[in-house]
């Protein structure tokens, strides 16, 4: 059974920073690309960043404008998202996900149907 467990986000003031982590069971966590994806209410699912099962290769959604980071503990089966410079305008649900296939990596399609394991999702709420 594929489990994806999320941290507990939080609520930060604007310009504050937050570290989301999500820990993966019952799977090789090493053989496998992550992403984190975000959903604000009434919207889809919108794709962050995409890290290879090395850590080696990364995508960033070009807004966040190197505010986030991504990287991956092989050893712990653990993914995170750094999140400095914080706005309101990223208020959200944070989800982390596994790529459904094993080795694969891009950066040109990275929508929700390429992703079959999901975290239960953690709120970030940004005040201004």
């Known amino acids: 059974q594929v489990q994806l467990v999320e941290s507990r986000g939080g609520s930060v003031q604007a310009g504050g920073s937050l570290r989301l982590s999500c820990t993966v069971s019952g799977l090789p966590f090493d053989l496998y690309t992550m992403a984190w994806f975000r959903q604000f209410p009434g919207k889809d699912r919108e794709c962050l960043t995409v890290?290879?099962?090395?850590?080696?290769?990364?995508y960033y959604e070009r807004s966040l404008k190197g505010r986030f980071t991504t990287s991956r503990d092989n050893a712990k089966n653990t993914v995170y998202l750094q999140m400095n410079s914080l706005k309101p305008e990223d208020t959200a649900m944070y989800y982390c996900?596994?790529?459904?296939?094993?080795?694969?990596?891009?950066?040109?399609?990275?929508?929700?149907?390429?992703?079959?394991?999901w975290g239960q999702g953690t709120q970030v709420t940004v005040s201004s």
């Open positions: 996900a596994v790529r459904n296939e094993r080795y694969y990596y891009t950066e040109y399609d990275n929508s929700r149907i390429r992703y079959n394991y």
């Open positions: 890290i290879d099962r090395y850590g080696a290769r990364t």
